[in-house]
């Protein structure tokens, strides 16, 4: 516990004087700081005081928008946002709420809490495919997965008499008898919560090896992820969606959605697309080959709350048919029923909780008072400060890139070493403590990565950064 915390809490209020002298020891003292010029770790978190500002707001009215009659403008305002946001990202128009279709956007907590989200919602669509029509394979006769399928549907018929008869509530698009054989894709440099969501959705997953390729990065081809479906249903799986990365934390990679979506569509898979970091650089003209391919897209997330400006949490979350998908996570209560159910929005069909916060009101406060511009000048700054960095790392001839600098992002590592060495200096720069870098690894190769993260950041800033890895590595090396 930090010191001065007691091991009780009080039963008598204390003066707000008292607790404000506390919050340097307690709180400041222990916190890592996020936003100090000289943290380049991880990806940046967003902040603005607009966002503050809203945040404020948003626990000053303490509504809870679970439905759309719980706080009407919370749901109203989180669709317009959203459509603002399609608007300014070069989306396509079916993601808006606007759009007379059944495609509509969602502010999520975090990229895991979307991705979790979209696993569910491919599972769910094809489970009842093929509850509703066993034969839509067309691939089905000439593999394994007949069988697999006969298999499923004789425990389906069994399991609903014997559930039926002990009052036991079987899920219809969740049902695990028919799942059992699933398994979905991913890149092996796609995030983690990739793989816990994949585990807490009880599917199996496989991890493709990504290549270089794309801008001289990691990222799947169409024809790994071809052969990998034409592999395993010959096995007897059941390939039902692949999860491509727009943005790896490892590199900064980008799986080719125009190149992979139009498989994706061909053999019947769902395709989600996380860009938790790298999506917000599309609203750059320049970046806008980020989200190329999105026609073929069937839900789109990324954070604003990375490189956004905008506190946590704010993860927009767009999906092709809404409408479809928010059937997979209805549950009826008198309590939560209203008049107006059949006309608007409830976001809690397209959530796993049923309570909401206010998050738009961040993005309409800082579109509002600070603009789409001032974003672009903070995203197109972030890349030309680690554009500086990727040169200044080589000036010394100790270093060499692993891969090209990307959206913010360097990732270096000493020439003719081993990954021991590597490890060495890193650990030995974090524990000298004047600046804060992460490792990462591809396919067994350790690297460092320096990421533009504070606002606060100049160019003297990762100046400093550079001389500081140089001297530590004079030292060791």
């Known amino acids: 516990m930090p010191t001065g915390v007691p091991a009780q809490a009080p039963s008598s209020p204390e003066d707000w004087s008292k607790i404000f002298d506390d919050l340097e020891n307690v709180v400041l003292n222990g916190a890592t700081h996020w936003h100090h010029p000289h943290f380049f770790a991880y990806f940046p978190t967003g902040l603005s005081y607009?966002?503050?500002?809203?945040?404020?707001?948003?626990?000053?009215?303490?509504?809870i928008g679970f439905t759309w009659k719980s706080c009407p403008s919370m749901t109203e305002l989180e669709m317009s946002s959203l459509d603002w946001v399609v608007d300014l990202m070069g989306l396509p128009e079916h993601f808006k709420n606007s759009h007379d279709g059944p495609g509509c956007g969602i502010i999520q907590s975090t990229a895991s809490d979307s991705t979790m989200i979209a696993i569910m919602a491919a599972r769910a669509s094809h489970v009842e495919r093929i509850k509703a029509e066993p034969t839509f394979m067309k691939w089905v006769s000439e593999t394994g997965v007949g069988k697999t399928l006969k298999g499923i549907f004789d425990r389906v018929k069994v399991n609903k008499i014997d559930d039926e008869a002990s009052g036991i509530i079987a899920p219809y698009f969740h049902d695990p008898a028919v799942f059992e054989r699933f398994v979905m894709y991913c890149s092996d440099q796609a995030h983690s919560s990739v793989e816990k969501g994949a585990m807490l959705s009880a599917v199996r997953l496989r991890k493709l090896k990504a290549?270089?390729?794309?801008?001289?990065?990691?990222?799947?081809?169409?024809?790994?992820?071809?052969n990998a479906i034409k592999e395993d249903r010959a096995r007897g799986y059941i390939p039902f969606i692949f999860l491509a990365t727009v943005g790896t934390t490892c590199s900064c990679g980008v799986d080719q959605i125009d190149e992979l979506g139009p498989v994706c569509v061909e053999e019947g898979l769902y395709l989600h697309v996380d860009a938790a970091y790298a999506g917000t650089f599309a609203l750059c003209d320049e970046f806008k080959y980020l989200t190329r391919g999105m026609e073929h897209v069937d839900s789109f997330n990324f954070n604003l709350h990375k490189a956004g400006m905008i506190n946590f949490d704010c993860s927009p979350m767009f999906f092709k048919n809404g409408t479809h998908v928010s059937r997979y996570f209805n549950v009826d209560a008198i309590?939560?029923?209203?008049?107006?159910?059949?006309?608007?929005?409830?976001?809690?069909?397209?959530?796993?909780?049923?309570g909401r916060r206010f998050r738009s009101l961040k993005i309409w406060f800082?579109?509002?008072?600070?603009?789409?511009?001032?974003?672009?000048?903070?995203?197109?700054?972030?890349?030309?400060?680690?554009?500086?960095?990727?040169?200044?790392?080589?000036?010394?001839?100790?270093?060499?890139?692993?891969?090209?600098?990307?959206?913010?992002?360097?990732?270096?590592?000493?020439?003719?070493?081993?990954?021991?060495?590597?490890?060495k200096l890193c650990n030995a720069i974090n524990d000298d403590r004047r600046i804060h870098l992460v490792p990462s690894t591809v396919h067994g190769t350790y690297f460092l990565r320096m990421v533009v993260c504070s606002q606060l950041t100049t160019l003297d800033d990762v100046i400093y950064g550079r001389d500081v890895i140089f001297e530590i590595a004079d030292r060791l090396f």
């Open 211 to 226: 290549t270089r390729g794309f801008l001289g990065n990691y990222g799947v081809t169409n024809e790994t992820l071809q």
């Open 366 to 423: 800082v579109l509002r008072n600070m603009g789409a511009d001032k974003i672009r000048e903070y995203l197109r700054r972030t890349e030309l400060l680690a554009a500086e960095f990727a040169k200044l790392i080589l000036e010394n001839g100790k270093f060499e890139h692993f891969v090209p600098q990307h959206l913010g992002l360097t990732c270096f590592r000493l020439k003719n070493s081993t990954n021991a060495d590597n490890e």
């Open 50 to 63: 607009q966002s503050i500002m809203a945040d404020i707001l948003s626990g000053g009215i303490a509504g």
């Open 335 to 354: 309590y939560l029923a209203h008049e107006y159910q059949s006309t608007a929005a409830d976001y809690r069909h397209l959530q796993v909780a049923l």
